[in-house]
């Protein structure tokens, strides 16, 4: 007798716990809606029929890549950030929910109404630049990110949410892009693991995510001084910086921010009560 779907995921979720995957039921769920093609309503209405064997075998398949340690979004091909649905693959940094606290930091610095620029450096899928837009209608940014790959993929995020007439796209590093004394806030998650915490990442972050995106040199700070060093030259007075950080990086990201003269550092928690954001303003002249 054919396996109902009910049965499907239930086998799946544990597949997954006796692989040491986190959400393991939600991860099952989450496939298996994806092979459905209907919504979570239709599918708990069909979860005691059985299923087809095409749907098996289709659903199969996503399982052995979950049970791989390929990373969810990338076999959906889309992850959820800040309400937005963003196209996600190793083309650049998986958008995790701690990385929406410094999307609340810069909604907070941003007048609603105001037709403000933002850059988002190390842009990646461009999630942080497109939900910062997408709450501010009159204001513009640009995503900056060398790598190529990345580049694209923000750009295709920024079509698919019709962004693209107010979110340009430079691709280059931080440091060749020339756009600094245009912008009322930069915002970035630059790369900040240790080069030596990388080998002990979850496999689906080591294996999947672009090394670029992680690597923050011997002491994961290396991206935080060439950043603050080419604001504090390049950026106009009274223009806003927030960062992302590591949980254990707030002292020393804030103090390199107070070496540079900078002033109002400020910084926030994510919703795992981590240490997240920092953000300063750059003195007035």
């Given at each position: 007798m054919a396996s109902?779907?009910?049965q499907?995921m239930?086998?799946?979720a544990?597949r997954?716990?006796?692989?040491g995957?986190d959400?393991?039921?939600?991860n099952?769920?989450?496939l298996?809606?994806?092979?459905?093609?209907?919504?979570?309503a239709?599918?708990?209405?069909a979860?005691?029929d059985?299923?087809?064997?095409?749907?098996v075998e289709?659903?199969e398949a996503l399982?052995?890549r979950?049970?791989?340690?390929?990373?969810l979004?990338?076999?959906?091909?889309?992850?959820?950030?800040?309400?937005?649905?963003i196209?996600?693959?190793?083309?650049a940094?998986?958008?995790?929910?701690d990385s929406?606290?410094?999307v609340e930091?810069?909604?907070?610095?941003?007048p609603?109404?105001?037709?403000?620029?933002a850059a988002?450096?190390?842009t990646?899928?461009?999630c942080?630049l497109?939900a910062?837009l997408d709450?501010?209608p009159n204001?513009?940014?640009v995503g900056?990110?060398a790598?190529?790959?990345?580049?694209?993929?923000?750009?295709?995020?920024?079509?698919?949410?019709g962004?693209?007439?107010r979110a340009?796209v430079f691709?280059?590093?931080?440091?060749?892009?020339?756009?600094?004394?245009?912008?009322?806030?930069?915002?970035?998650?630059?790369?900040?693991?240790?080069?030596a915490?990388?080998p002990?990442?979850?496999?689906?972050?080591?294996?999947?995510?672009?090394?670029?995106a992680?690597d923050?040199?011997a002491?994961?700070?290396a991206?935080?001084?060439?950043?603050?060093?080419?604001?504090?030259?390049?950026l106009?007075p009274?223009?806003?910086?927030?960062?992302?950080?590591?949980?254990?990086q707030k002292?020393?990201?804030s103090?390199?921010?107070?070496?540079?003269?900078?002033v109002d550092?400020?910084?926030?928690?994510d919703?795992?009560?981590?240490?997240?954001?920092?953000w300063?303003?750059?003195?007035?002249?």
């Amino acid at each position: 007798m054919a396996s109902s779907f009910d049965q499907l995921m239930r086998s799946a979720a544990d597949r997954f716990r006796e692989a040491g995957i986190d959400d393991a039921r939600q991860n099952a769920i989450l496939l298996m809606l994806h092979v459905f093609g209907d919504t979570h309503a239709a599918l708990i209405s069909a979860g005691p029929d059985p299923a087809p064997q095409s749907l098996v075998e289709a659903y199969e398949a996503l399982i052995k890549r979950r049970l791989s340690r390929e990373p969810l979004q990338h076999i959906l091909g889309t992850t959820f950030f800040y309400g937005l649905e963003i196209r996600s693959d190793a083309r650049a940094l998986i958008p995790r929910p701690d990385s929406e606290s410094v999307v609340e930091i810069a909604l907070s610095l941003f007048p609603k109404d105001a037709t403000c620029r933002a850059a988002d450096l190390g842009t990646g899928t461009g999630c942080l630049l497109a939900a910062l837009l997408d709450q501010r209608p009159n204001a513009t940014g640009v995503g900056v990110d060398a790598s190529p790959d990345a580049a694209s993929l923000a750009r295709e995020n920024f079509a698919a949410l019709g962004l693209s007439g107010r979110a340009d796209v430079f691709e280059g590093s931080w440091t060749e892009w020339s756009g600094w004394g245009e912008v009322d806030l930069v915002i970035s998650n630059p790369p900040y693991i240790a080069s030596a915490e990388i080998p002990a990442l979850a496999p689906e972050v080591r294996a999947h995510d672009p090394h670029a995106a992680l690597d923050g040199g011997a002491d994961g700070l290396a991206a935080y001084r060439e950043l603050i060093a080419l604001a504090a030259e390049r950026l106009n007075p009274g223009a806003w910086l927030a960062f992302e950080i590591g949980h254990d990086q707030k002292a020393a990201v804030s103090g390199l921010l107070g070496a540079a003269g900078v002033v109002d550092i400020g910084t926030a928690k994510d919703l795992g009560a981590n240490d997240r954001v920092v953000w300063a303003r750059k003195r007035e002249s």
